[in-house]
């Protein structure tokens, strides 16, 4: 079993109840950011739906992650990297005026609160990753 596999089980069942109820609510609601922001509503709200049902999709990856952590490595590392470049892009936004610095919260909770715990995963995960999943009665091992 890969270190800490109880603590990044919760990690990825919480990622992934998290971005399920997130999508979900914004596919329902898709201009709440805008109403709380104090922003004009979007003319095309049906983008920011679409965004809420790729955001649920992820959960049922995090979740799939919980299930097996010895085999997420991939799927996390996606995760991770959207939580990267998330915050790139809304820093532009901010950075040129287009968005107020209200819709941070955007970023805190789906993607900034979540850089710790991804990365610590795939850290631990890595040697599980490069052997496909499998160990043998030594541990990790690298088929060369």
């Known amino acids: ?56 999709l992820y959960g049922i990856l995090y979740l799939e992650v919980a299930r097996v952590p010895e085999r997420g490595w991939l799927l996390a590392a996606v995760g991770l990297l959207g939580k990267v470049l998330g915050p790139i892009g809304l820093a532009q936004l901010l950075w040129t005026g287009v968005w107020p610095p209200a819709t941070i919260v955007l970023c805190l909770f789906n993607d900034l609160l979540w850089w710790l715990p991804f990365a610590l995963y795939l850290y631990d995960a890595w040697p599980w990753f490069l052997n496909g999943g499998e160990r043998d009665g030594a541990g990790p091992r690298v088929n060369r």
Request: proline share 7%; glycine share 8%.
């Open 1 to 56: 079993m890969i270190p800490r596999r109880r603590f990044h089980r919760i990690v990825f069942v919480a990622a992934g109840f998290y971005n399920l109820g997130w999508g979900i609510f914004s596919a329902l609601n898709p201009q709440w950011l805008f109403r709380f922001a104090h922003m004009p509503l979007a003319n095309h709200p049906q983008i920011f739906a679409c965004l809420g049902m790729v955001v649920g």
